[in-house]
């Protein structure tokens, strides 16, 4: 394997640094180089990706990830992979990274290992472990063909600094951009980003009204937390934006401290919070899977609960 590189892409650069720490781990067992994809002007971050690891820059500048869509994006990807034949590609799996991905496997007639919460390199393949059937099973998994197609989850790798050799190249792709006629509709966004809080509360069906979300809003206040949801109060009731809601389809969170309130614990949400450090679970049912994941459980009313806390919460931060 010695000398196939590991390319990274993420159209968020802190994303991008984070897999970079990755590619230089596993390239350091090969001696092979790690490469990084800059869309739009790069000149401003060139730097920074040499400082975390990039021994190759390949800069394409007529694509914008502000501007441009995900076919046009991965198309891009697609011709810088095929003209410099890494052995990995590496791609953060944010909702336009997971579209990437499977593109761009497709592309280049290759396998796609989504979600992946560790790679290693074993002889001459490349092997992955990943969660499957709705996050309840840790599979492992081995390429056939190359490049390999990798997601990873966003912060599943802390970034570190490692100094590459940072060699710029200037690609020129060739990508369509077709006009279509399309309905769009407006999705309404907070704009937070959960899964850099360190305090998260998730609300689920166990809240009644959607008025009620102002008890809820006032607790998560009170603890310094970010709101969170599943899916059917984001996506089936509309309550709280999309980008609100944990889970498999969702946003992957992993803060210090998760209070699940009236959500019943479904696998689909679970696999969004489960790296989270400590749980507190808030139903009324005392079978409710949540409370298996919880290392705090608390069986009761939430418009009983949650008064109570607030209070508590005040009364500690008021002696402070």
Same mark, same amino acid.
């Given at each position: 394997?010695?000398?196939?590189?590991?390319?990274?892409?993420?159209?968020?650069?802190?994303?991008?640094?984070?897999?970079?720490?990755?590619?230089?781990?596993?390239?350091?067992?090969?001696?092979?180089?790690?490469?990084?994809?800059?869309?739009? !002007?790069?000149?401003?971050?060139?730097?920074?990706?040499?400082?975390?690891?990039? !021994?190759?820059?390949?800069?394409?500048?007529?694509?914008?990830?502000?501007? !441009?869509?995900?076919?046009?994006?991965?198309?891009?990807?697609?011709?810088?992979?095929?003209?410099?034949?890494?052995?990995?590609?590496?791609?953060?799996?944010?909702?336009?990274?997971?579209?990437?991905?499977?593109?761009?496997?497709?592309?280049?007639?290759?396998?796609?290992?989504?979600?992946?919460?560790?790679?290693?390199?074993?002889?001459?393949?490349?092997?992955?472990?990943?969660?499957?059937?709705?996050?309840?099973?840790?599979?492992?998994?081995?390429?056939?063909?190359?490049?390999?197609?990798?997601?990873?989850?966003?912060?599943?790798?802390?970034?570190?600094?490692?100094?590459?050799?940072?060699?710029?190249?200037?690609?020129?792709?060739?990508?369509?951009?077709?006009?279509?006629?399309?309905?769009?509709?407006?999705?309404?966004?907070?704009?937070?980003?959960?899964?850099?809080?360190?305090?998260?509360?998730?609300?689920?069906?166990?809240?009644?009204?959607?008025?009620?979300?102002?008890?809820?809003?006032?607790?998560?206040?009170?603890?310094?937390?970010?709101?969170?949801?599943?899916?059917?109060?984001?996506?089936?009731?509309?309550?709280?934006?999309?980008?609100?809601?944990?889970?498999?389809?969702?946003?992957?969170?992993?803060?210090?401290?998760?209070?699940?309130?009236?959500?019943?614990?479904?696998?689909?949400?679970?696999?969004?919070?489960?790296?989270?450090?400590?749980?507190?679970?808030?139903?009324?049912?005392?079978?409710?899977?949540?409370?298996?994941?919880?290392?705090?459980?608390?069986?009761?009313?939430?418009?009983?609960?949650?008064?109570?806390?607030?209070?508590?919460?005040?009364?500690?931060?008021?002696?402070?």
């Amino acid at each position: 394997m010695t000398g196939e590189g590991i390319l990274v892409f993420s159209e968020e650069d802190c994303l991008a640094f984070e897999l970079l720490t990755l590619a230089r781990q596993l390239s350091s067992q090969t001696g092979s180089w790690t490469g990084a994809i800059i869309l739009g !002007d790069g000149s401003s971050r060139l730097a920074e990706f040499t400082e975390y690891g990039a !021994d190759k820059i390949f800069v394409v500048s007529e694509v914008d990830p502000r501007k !441009d869509g995900p076919d046009v994006i991965a198309e891009a990807v697609s011709q810088v992979a095929s003209n410099v034949s890494p052995k990995i590609v590496l791609i953060a799996a944010t909702k336009m990274g997971r579209e990437v991905a499977a593109y761009v496997a497709q592309s280049l007639r290759t396998g796609c290992a989504s979600e992946c919460l560790d790679i290693f390199l074993r002889d001459s393949q490349v092997e992955v472990t990943r969660l499957v059937m709705g996050g309840g099973f840790l599979a492992r998994q081995i390429f056939e063909n190359y490049p390999a197609v990798v997601t990873i989850p966003p912060h599943r790798f802390q970034a570190n600094p490692s100094k590459g050799e940072g060699s710029v190249e200037n690609v020129k792709v060739t990508v369509e951009r077709k006009m279509f006629k399309i309905e769009s509709r407006t999705v309404e966004k907070s704009g937070v980003r959960l899964e850099d809080a360190e305090i998260v509360v998730a609300v689920g069906r166990g809240l009644k009204r959607k008025d009620d979300l102002k008890l809820v809003e006032e607790f998560a206040k009170v603890l310094g937390a970010e709101l969170g949801c599943t899916r059917p109060v984001s996506g089936d009731l509309k309550w709280l934006p999309e980008d609100r809601h944990i889970g498999l389809s969702g946003k992957r969170v992993k803060p210090k401290l998760y209070v699940a309130v009236g959500v019943s614990g479904q696998i689909q949400h679970v696999v969004g919070m489960r790296d989270s450090k400590i749980v507190v679970c808030i139903n009324t049912d005392p079978n409710a899977p949540m409370h298996r994941e919880a290392d705090y459980s608390i069986v009761g009313d939430l418009y009983k609960v949650l008064p109570a806390l607030i209070n508590v919460v005040k009364g500690i931060k008021g002696k402070v």
